[in-house]
């Protein structure tokens, strides 16, 4: 077994083990850290093909970002793991008829068949100074530039639908108007008042201000 | 077989060769905050341990080592101790791409730039799984200040780098140093001045220091994130605190003022003058400056309040990289000189 190889199995482990836990650990905590460690094992497979980018970027967007605030959410939740629980034999036979379905399709869609190496070339290694970076960004803006444009209003479309959902103006709530904090001056919040010095006869009190 | 043993004892010596000069920066680090904050509010610092004080952080870590680790009863174990390793781990790991020198690295990869931004991306799962761990409300609260704000400010500071790299055409870090030689005025402060100021006021809220260090929040959350670690569960996370303030200080000097590239260069009589100090002093000494920074920005500014640092964040600091975006982006199409008409 080459070194690679070695990498490969170890990861592969790591990312089919910490999958499992992320579906059959009861805690939500310590099943989002699950995702977590199934995102770097992905991660590290992608390394593994050459494709750094995609793997940095799955680090960088899904671990550093998403799952930030996936986990900032479950932690806030106080789930009721004992009503999601509920009804679990009742329901059992429709989960194992959806998974074998699912199995189904991605043994036929992902299988040897479409993408054994009599199908696909095996993949070549590139030399050092070969970037990935560039050569996705050369495809993504030049062939793939239209669908690239799409996808990126239909984000935006979502953000803004979902701001948009959350917006809601209560009469009973009170806002801060920022511009009108900075602009404050010294002048509108402060009064210096001269005091006369207790016993002194020169200093007399004078209104200032 | 033998080949690749020895390989990896040369990296295991050239991470040692980095990290323990890192470990004892982080402790003169602490003692210099202590010393310059002094100075700046008309006190002495630290005085008595060692002449003049300068054994002060080494007895502190002593201190911090010998003292009880306490996990406080309903803490998740686990969790709990594996949070300050979470913290300190991303911010050691980020220094493996940093060019110290032109031919002085551990490794150097074509997506550094990339790579530094996920792994310090990282760092805030320490923060927020200490803060559940410890099973404390001011704990809680702290954490999840600070994963909202990391997670508002690394769009900026993304911004920010996606500026270095259009200027620099490259992602390796050493590529980038490399691209602004000429003289002070090629180095990429310059035509990237906005990004600069944004990338060092991320930075700021990136590493918890004031005045974006609401996830401790002495006054409201006591500590915030780590009020229930104790000895050198703290320690690390003190560590890892200012191992980051070294890293970013670091990447900004790489990334705006050129690196090791002596600032006299292009000066016709300067730079054979001072030509002979080696490049690892120029980085040294730039590092240090935004270090300085970093602890005048401590001793000068108030902590800002919760509304006011996410306003900042979105409102402020993410529109300006965008438009400057747009700015280098037709700076280098145009090939603006001096910077960008070298392709």
Redesign the interface.
């Known amino acids: 077994m080459s070194f690679e190889q070695f990498v490969f199995y170890l990861f592969s482990a790591a990312m089919l083990g910490s999958a499992l836990m992320v579906i059959t650990l009861r805690n939500p905590v310590h099943a989002a850290l699950s995702l977590v460690l199934t995102f770097v094992s992905g991660a590290a497979l992608w390394l593994l093909l050459e494709a750094e980018f995609l793997a940095i970027t799955l680090v960088l967007v899904y671990v550093g970002a998403v799952m930030v605030l996936f986990l900032f959410v479950v932690m806030m939740l106080d789930v009721n793991l004992a009503r999601l629980r509920e009804g679990f034999v009742k329901l059992l036979p429709v989960g194992v008829l959806a998974a074998l379905l699912v199995v189904g399709m991605m043994i036929y869609v992902v299988g040897p068949a479409n993408f054994g190496l009599d199908q696909v070339a095996e993949p070549a290694g590139h030399p050092a100074d070969y970037s990935n970076t560039r050569e996705l960004g050369l495809v993504l803006y030049t062939v793939y530039v239209y669908p690239f444009e799409i996808a990126a209003v239909i984000l935006l479309v979502a953000i803004i639908a979902a701001i948009l959902l959350a917006l809601r103006k209560r009469p009973s709530s009170k806002q801060q108007n920022p511009d009108l904090q900075i602009a404050v001056r010294k002048e509108d919040r402060l009064r210096i008042v001269q005091v006369a010095a207790e016993g002194s006869q020169a200093a007399r009190p004078e209104e200032k201000g | 077989m033998l080949d690749a043993l020895l390989t990896l004892i040369i990296v295991l010596l050239k991470i040692v060769a980095l990290l323990v000069p890192l470990m004892v920066a982080v402790a003169y680090l602490t003692f210099a905050e202590r010393k310059i904050i002094g100075f700046i509010q008309g006190r002495m610092g630290p005085l008595h341990v060692g002449p003049r004080g300068w054994l002060q952080p080494i007895a502190d870590a002593v201190k911090l080592i010998f003292k009880e680790i306490i996990i406080p009863s309903g803490a998740n174990r686990f969790?709990f101790l594996l949070a300050p390793m979470l913290a300190m781990g991303p911010s050691i790991a980020a220094w493996a791409v940093m060019p110290l020198g032109e031919n002085l690295y551990i490794t150097d990869?074509?997506?550094g730039l990339?790579?530094v931004?996920?792994?310090t991306?990282?760092s805030?799962?320490g923060i927020?799984?200490a803060g559940?761990a410890s099973n404390s409300k001011y704990a809680?609260l702290g954490?999840?200040r600070s994963?909202?704000q990391?997670?508002s400010y690394?769009i900026a500071m993304?911004f920010a780098l996606v500026g270095v790299l259009l200027a620099a055409g490259s992602?390796n870090l050493r590529e980038i140093v490399l691209a602004q030689q000429g003289s002070l005025l090629h180095w990429f402060w310059l035509p990237l001045l906005p990004l600069f100021v944004v990338y060092f006021i991320s930075g700021l809220a990136e590493t918890n220091r004031a005045p974006f260090d609401l996830a401790e929040g002495e006054s409201e959350i006591v500590a915030g994130f780590h009020v229930e670690y104790s000895g050198m569960s703290f320690g690390v996370f003190f560590l890892a605190e200012y191992a980051n303030m070294i890293l970013i200080s670091m990447l900004t000097s790489l990334m705006f003022l050129g690196g090791w590239l002596s600032p006299f260069q292009g000066i016709p009589l300067l730079e054979s003058l001072f030509g002979w100090i080696p490049g690892l002093v120029w980085l040294l000494l730039k590092t240090s400056f935004f270090l300085l920074l970093f602890l005048w920005v401590r001793a000068t500014f108030p902590r800002y309040r919760y509304?006011?640092l996410m306003?900042l964040g979105w409102k402020i600091l993410i529109p300006i990289t965008i438009v400057w975006l747009l700015v280098v982006g037709a700076a280098v199409v145009g090939g603006l000189g001096p910077w960008f008409d070298r392709v």
């Open positions: 969790l990869i074509n997506a990339l790579y931004l996920a792994v991306s990282l805030v799962y927020i799984i559940w809680f954490a999840l994963a909202a990391v997670v690394e993304g992602m509304d006011q306003r």
